[in-house]
């Protein structure tokens, strides 16, 4: 059993950044790959970036890539979202997820993930 907690959303300007965390209970987090996804009104949710259990392999979703940075770090058992050049269509909840996935791949379809945290409101104002 995984526990997420997410952390760090909050108002910010287009241009600006934003570092999300997110903090995960249980002694098995360095196991899990780790994903993060987001979900604007009206649409569905959507992958974002993921990050493999040792941190060797990193994937980003084409609307993000160059501008978001996932990192992770084991001994703190949390996972990160750096987001930079912060634009009005990433306003979102923004959600992480934990996946238990031993072939090295990340997932980007969320029915893969097993655990979720509650989502933190992330809102660019242009």
């Known amino acids: 059993q995984v526990q997420l907690v997410e952390s760090g959303g909050g108002l910010v300007q287009a241009g600006g950044s934003l570092r999300l965390s997110c903090a995960a209970s249980g002694r098995t987090f360095s196991s899990y790959n780790m994903g993060w996804f987001r979900q604007a009104p009206g649409k569905e949710r959507e992958f974002v970036a993921g990050?493999?259990?040792?941190?060797?392999?990193?994937s980003y979703a084409d609307s993000v890539k160059g501008r978001f940075t996932i990192s992770r770090d084991n001994a703190k058992n949390t996972v990160y979202l750096q987001m930079n050049s912060l634009k009005p269509e990433d306003t979102a909840v923004y959600y992480c997820?934990?996946?238990?996935?031993?072939?090295?791949?990340?997932?980007?379809?969320?029915?893969?993930?097993?655990?979720w945290g509650q989502g933190t409101q992330v809102t660019v104002s242009s």
């Open positions: 997820a934990a996946d238990r996935d031993y072939s090295g791949n990340i997932n980007r379809n969320q029915l893969a993930y097993d655990y």
């Open positions: 990050i493999t259990w040792g941190g060797g392999k990193l």
